[in-house]
DNA sequence: TTGTACGCGTTATCAA
DNA sequence: TTGATAACGCGTACAA
């Protein structure tokens, strides 16, 4: 790799000239030298090195997407497809506007933290986060950062997120199943802070205006620990009987119920209906297609990235508190019990 | 961030002593200042400036991971469910390895090469390449590589390649169509290079063996620009009639054409039977339960980060043709014609 | 055992 | 209009 030096050298000049070539302050150099500089840079196709960018401008380009990941879990967040379209898009908007991304995934926030400051990371990316990590971050790391899906007090006054009304995705989903008829509804995840605590306020709250009584047996509650996952979804699949239809927090765990009730002879929609969350192509390819609440990942990922690297320009954005709403896509996998 | 000269100030020694002590070159350091420093260092939390280091060292601990894409696809990369398996698993073998991802895609070669050395990549792990881009690649960056799934002759005997067999893959699934008593089975792709080239073959070869012959219309070749996606496979919907089977050269591919004929009335195995390649979470996912061969995409971007990490360090593998087995998981969507 | 000084590639300041 | 030179933070050869 050709250095501006070496450059400078052959074309015996100084390095000033060659960098001011490079970063077009041409007020300041003769049209000829210009042309010479100019051409040669094409010709050994000089690219600059970005460490050495780095450490004299105090900036990395890099922009960091914090994952925090569960070791135990049955499958890797980059085999989920809700935080892979949520990352395409990510990505996509950070190489167009000239910025690389880093993926630090860990289960391990001082990790992470140390990860971050190691490269001097621009701007910060956080999601798929227990509450109080965000707050960690915060306080170790002192530049730009954007949330995605928080519920932290603390830490919505104090930047911005980028959201989901994931409390009337929930209520709108619940309601519908209720004007199709069903009053048995289960409420199926795998936790019940962040997000799913949103969630689950929408499905009692939709409960409780149609005056149906809940009772936590109506908490299917999933553990997704990878010797668990399996014996946990033959036990909900056993308690399923008791409900007309199932609200699951994600289309992954709608389709992998829906498939082992099926599996068990139990059929969708006829003796239960199943909505999911999220949209996804799992439950656009799956058969019958799945009726749930559709929110637009990958947008949101490229909004999330996009007000990040304004952010980090110094443009302050309209709101610090973006909320996106999603809505009701219904198909195939919620019986109408009444007219 | 505090640096190490501030340390050395604020301790009254040198940089070089501090350094020694973070290296663990300790032999050269009294016990003392050891302790003295170390003690520090947790104190206030020391990381590295990586920057600075890369530029000392001329090493930058980032292993870069070089996707080709193609603008005109109805989905990204990052949402391709094979592609995000191996992801995970070469993110996993980086990050234990003590290394950094940093991942590299776009439809412009040369806006990657560029990338690249920027960074001043450590390594690079090639996948979903047209041919002679690989060899554009080589061209210009001349540290270890590991490609994946590459079958391009001029690259093969110079570099390492983790691959998969892939035409005794597709062999083997035909060979089953066919014991299963059919006879009519097409082959289904988007592009006729590199791993379905392969697949192709193995496809030709089990039809040969069997004295059934081949025509150009058992090529189902489809079209998977987001505005044709749609089109196309309908297109090959009419057209399966004249077939009891269908090969497909991906579990994606299989799912979508799967749905798509049941959503016309078409039963799959009944009215029609399909393979599909690849074996992941939505061929696993959907019902009827997909026949398909199995790879361990995981598995082997984890050989993949692995190898290239050795051979970073001056570790030579034991054999630069890697080569995999794929093997048929019976499921459901095969109809046995003939006992 | 410890410290000085230099180089890595780039940018920025300031003098010529 | 151009060129020296210092600075960024780290690692290391070599001197003390």
Not at 268 to 286: A, C, Q
Not at 292 to 311: C, F, N, S
Request: charged share 25%; net charge negative.
């Amino acid at each position: 790799m050709i250095t501006i030096k070496e450059i400078a050298r052959q074309l015996e000049v100084s390095t000033t000239t060659v960098s001011n070539v490079i970063h077009g302050k041409t007020k300041e150099v003769s049209p000829d030298t210009i042309q010479k500089v100019q051409k040669f840079l094409e010709e050994v196709e000089y690219v600059p090195n970005i460490s050495a960018r780095n450490l004299a401008q105090n900036e990395s380009k890099i922009i960091g997407i914090v994952l925090k990941s569960r070791q135990d879990r049955y499958i890797s967040l980059l085999q989920d497809p809700f935080v892979c379209e949520m990352l395409s898009g990510m990505e996509n908007a950070i190489r167009e506007a000239g910025y690389f991304m880093m993926i630090y995934m860990s289960d391990d926030i001082a990790e992470i933290i140390s990860h971050i400051s190691t490269w001097n990371v621009d701007g910060l990316l956080l999601f798929c986060m227990l509450d109080d990590d965000g707050i960690r971050v915060t306080e170790k790391y002192h530049k730009p950062i954007v949330f995605m899906d928080t519920y932290a007090e603390d830490v919505l006054h104090k930047y911005v997120n980028i959201g989901l009304d994931d409390e009337k995705g929930a209520y709108d989903a619940v309601r519908y199943l209720i004007e199709c008829g069903h009053r048995k509804i289960a409420f199926l995840s795998d936790n019940n802070i962040g997000v799913d605590q949103q969630r689950f306020r929408g499905y009692r709250r939709a409960l409780k205006e149609a005056g149906i009584e809940y009772s936590d047996k109506n908490f299917l509650m999933l553990h997704t620990e990878t010797e668990e996952i399996d014996r946990s979804f033959q036990r909900i699949a056993r308690k399923v009987s008791a409900f007309t239809a199932v609200f699951c927090c994600s289309d992954l765990f709608a389709i992998q119920l829906m498939n082992i009730l099926q599996d068990q002879g139990i059929r969708v929609p006829d003796d239960i209906s199943i909505v999911g969350f999220d949209d996804n192509l799992y439950g656009r390819l799956h058969r019958p297609a799945l009726t749930t609440m559709h929110q637009d990942a990958e947008h949101r990922g490229r909004m999330a990235a996009r007000t990040l690297i304004d952010l980090i320009k110094g443009i302050q954005p309209e709101s610090t508190q973006i909320v996106m709403k999603p809505h009701l896509v219904i198909r195939d996998t919620v019986k109408r019990l009444k007219e």
